[in-house]
């Protein structure tokens, strides 16, 4: 038997990040009866009920997949319908568990998560973090989260920015890369369809093969780069003092940044 979401359940805030999610439960039969999306555009979700208001109804499970920004907007009309047995998931990045207990003070439990965007295929990362010490609200969401792909614990909700700056964030990281590699290929003459779709196919390819050996990705390299070869030319120079390390370490720092002002602004309001 499938995880089953807790109803009724309202997702405020249906886009990028948590249709991705609505489309991994769907490949896992979840079922969607009694679930309703709730987004201002009305735009239908399949297999869902979708509405433009909430309904006179309290929900036993509210997932947050709308802007941290849009918060001071939506919590004051959503909190009068959070009761003592609704558990909250936010997936709203910065946003910590304080906050929300701020603006949702019945709730029974609030759980945070920072998905990405592979959670549609099942092959997701979802970090999870709650205050809360609610086994039973934490097992449910944790069996819902283990559904889309690796779904670990974080300790410290430090972690959740820390991992989510990691795979969040990653596809997006990811994918730059690869288009860097085909605006390469486009520059060495080839066309620029042909060059970005070697560039992806890559990308994908790489991924499973790791996958499928188990191997780690420093060993993925060392395999693909021969003693001497052409490859071994061209990780010198990732490797090099000016290379790709440091230039991810200012990556992550500044998305870990902007987590802190989104923190702060929520904060203040
Ligand atoms: N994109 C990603 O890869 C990731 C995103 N996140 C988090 O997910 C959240 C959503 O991001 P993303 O999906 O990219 O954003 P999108 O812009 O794609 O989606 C935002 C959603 O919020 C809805 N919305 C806007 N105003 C309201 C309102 N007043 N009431 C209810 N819903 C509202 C929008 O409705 P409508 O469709 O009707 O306009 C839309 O469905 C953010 O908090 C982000 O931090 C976390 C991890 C990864
Ligand atoms: O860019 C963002 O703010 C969201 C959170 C992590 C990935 N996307």
Not at 93 to 109: D, E, K, M, V
Not at 155 to 176: T, V
Request: hydrophobic share 45%.
């Amino acid at each position: 038997m499938t995880a089953a979401i807790p109803v009724p359940a309202w997702l405020v805030g249906c886009g990028n990040m948590a249709g991705a999610m609505v489309d991994g439960w769907r490949a896992s039969a979840v079922d969607f009866s009694n679930v309703a999306v709730i987004r201002p555009s009305g735009a239908p979700v399949e297999s869902i009920r979708t509405l433009t208001d909430y309904p006179d109804q309290q929900p036993r499970f509210v997932m947050l997949g709308f802007k941290p920004q849009k918060l001071d907007e939506i919590a004051p009309r959503l909190e009068p319908h959070i009761e003592s047995d609704t558990i909250i998931v936010s997936m709203l990045a910065g946003i910590t568990a304080s906050i929300l207990r701020q603006r949702f003070p019945n709730a029974r439990a609030i759980i945070r998560i920072m998905p990405n965007l592979p959670v549609a295929q099942r092959q997701g990362v979802i970090p999870l973090y709650s205050e809360d010490r609610d086994d039973q609200a934490c097992d449910a969401v944790e069996g819902l989260m283990g559904l889309l792909g690796l779904a670990p614990w974080c300790e410290h909700e430090d972690q959740i920015a820390a991992i989510g700056a990691i795979s969040a964030s990653g596809p997006a990281y990811f994918a730059r890369f690869a288009e860097a590699i085909g605006r390469a290929g486009v520059t060495h003459g080839l066309s620029s369809t042909l060059a970005h779709s070697i560039a992806a196919q890559t990308l994908i390819g790489t991924g499973a093969f790791a996958a499928a050996t188990g191997e780690s990705m420093g060993e993925v390299a060392r395999r693909v780069a021969s003693p001497k070869g052409t490859t071994e030319q061209g990780l010198a120079v990732l490797d090099g003092p000016e290379g790709l390390q440091p230039l991810v370490d200012r990556m992550l720092g500044a998305a870990l940044k902007r987590v802190e002002e989104l923190a702060e602004a929520a904060r203040r309001n």
